[in-house]
C-alpha cells in the first residue's frame, strides 16, 4: 500500500467514526457543556486530567477556559493536573504515580467543582483514583472515553464515550468533543451572564 492511501484511510476512518458518533454523543456533550458553564457562572472550578495524549488534551481545555476560545469573555477558572512536574514527580516518588491527580485533587478540590477526566480506556489507575477522590470532595465528574467505557464509566456523572478500539481515533474525537464543549460554554456564558 502506498502513504497516500495510508493517509486516505485515515481520513477516511476519521470522518467515519465522527459522523458516526455523532448522534449518540450530541446530548452528553450537551449536558456536560450546561454542567461546565454552570460551575463557572457559580465561580467554581474545572479541574482536568488525562495521561499521555489525553494529558494533553487536559491541558489544552484548561487553556482555552482560562485564556478564551473563539469569543472574548473574561478568563474562566481550569486547573490542568498534568503540568506541575515538581508536585507530579514528589508524589510519584513519595507515594506512587496512581495517587499523582489525586492529591492535588484532596488538596485543591472543593463541593461545586468538577473534574474532567480522559481516558482512552476507563482504566488509569491514577484517573481512575482522582474520580474517586473527586467524589470524596463532592465533585462532580465528566468522563471522555472510549472502547467500553472501563472501571471510570461506573464513576462518572457523565461519561461522553467515544464507539471505537482505536486510541488515535478515540483521541481525535475528543479533541472534537473538547472544542464543542468549549464552543457551548462561550455561548452560555457569553449570552446567558449571571451576576
Same mark, same amino acid.
Given at each position: 500500500?502506498?502513504?497516500?492511501?495510508? @493517509?486516505?484511510? /485515515? *481520513?477516511?476512518?476519521? @470522518?467515519?467514526?465522527?459522523? &458516526?458518533?455523532?448522534?449518540? $454523543?450530541?446530548?452528553? #456533550?450537551?449536558?456536560?457543556?450546561?454542567?461546565?458553564?454552570?460551575? $463557572?457562572?457559580?465561580? /467554581?472550578? @474545572?479541574?482536568?486530567?488525562?495521561?499521555?495524549?489525553?494529558?494533553?488534551?487536559? &491541558?489544552?481545555?484548561?487553556?482555552?477556559?482560562?485564556?478564551? *476560545?473563539?469569543?472574548?469573555?473574561?478568563?474562566?477558572?481550569? +486547573?490542568?493536573?498534568?503540568?506541575?512536574?515538581?508536585?507530579?514527580?514528589?508524589?510519584?516518588?513519595?507515594?506512587? *504515580?496512581?495517587?499523582?491527580?489525586?492529591?492535588? @485533587?484532596?488538596?485543591?478540590?472543593?463541593?461545586?467543582?468538577?473534574? $474532567?477526566? $480522559?481516558?482512552? =480506556?476507563?482504566? =488509569?489507575?491514577?484517573?481512575?483514583?482522582?474520580?474517586?477522590?473527586?467524589?470524596?470532595?463532592?465533585?462532580?465528574?465528566?468522563?471522555? =472515553?472510549?472502547?467500553?467505557?472501563?472501571?471510570?464509566?461506573?464513576?462518572?456523572? #457523565?461519561? +461522553?464515550?467515544?464507539?471505537?478500539? =482505536?486510541?488515535?481515533?478515540?483521541?481525535?474525537?475528543?479533541?472534537?468533543? #473538547? /472544542?464543542?464543549?468549549?464552543? +457551548?460554554?462561550?455561548?452560555? #456564558?457569553?449570552?446567558?451572564?449571571?451576576?
Amino acid at each position: 500500500m502506498n502513504l497516500l492511501n495510508r @493517509i486516505n484511510q /485515515h *481520513f477516511s476512518a476519521s @470522518i467515519e467514526l465522527q459522523t &458516526q458518533a455523532k448522534s449518540s $454523543l450530541a446530548a452528553p #456533550i450537551a449536558q456536560a457543556g450546561e454542567m461546565m458553564a454552570n460551575c $463557572l457562572q457559580q465561580k /467554581h472550578k @474545572i479541574m482536568t486530567c488525562g495521561n499521555g495524549g489525553s494529558a494533553e488534551q487536559a &491541558q489544552h481545555f484548561s487553556s482555552e477556559m482560562i485564556n478564551r *476560545f473563539e469569543k472574548e469573555r473574561q478568563a474562566l477558572a481550569a +486547573i490542568a493536573l498534568t503540568t506541575d512536574s515538581s508536585t507530579l514527580t514528589s508524589i510519584a516518588n513519595d507515594y506512587t *504515580f496512581d495517587k499523582i491527580f489525586s492529591r492535588q @485533587i484532596q488538596a485543591l478540590g472543593q463541593k461545586g467543582d468538577i473534574l $474532567l477526566a $480522559l481516558s482512552t =480506556s476507563g482504566n =488509569s489507575p491514577n484517573v481512575l483514583k482522582a474520580i474517586e477522590a473527586a467524589h470524596l470532595q463532592n465533585m462532580q465528574i465528566i468522563l471522555l =472515553s472510549g472502547r467500553d467505557g472501563g472501571k471510570a464509566a461506573q464513576s462518572a456523572d #457523565i461519561e +461522553i464515550r467515544v464507539p471505537s478500539q =482505536s486510541t488515535a481515533r478515540i483521541q481525535e474525537v475528543h479533541l472534537l468533543i #473538547i /472544542h464543542s464543549l468549549c464552543d +457551548i460554554i462561550d455561548h452560555l #456564558i457569553t449570552e446567558n451572564p449571571k451576576k
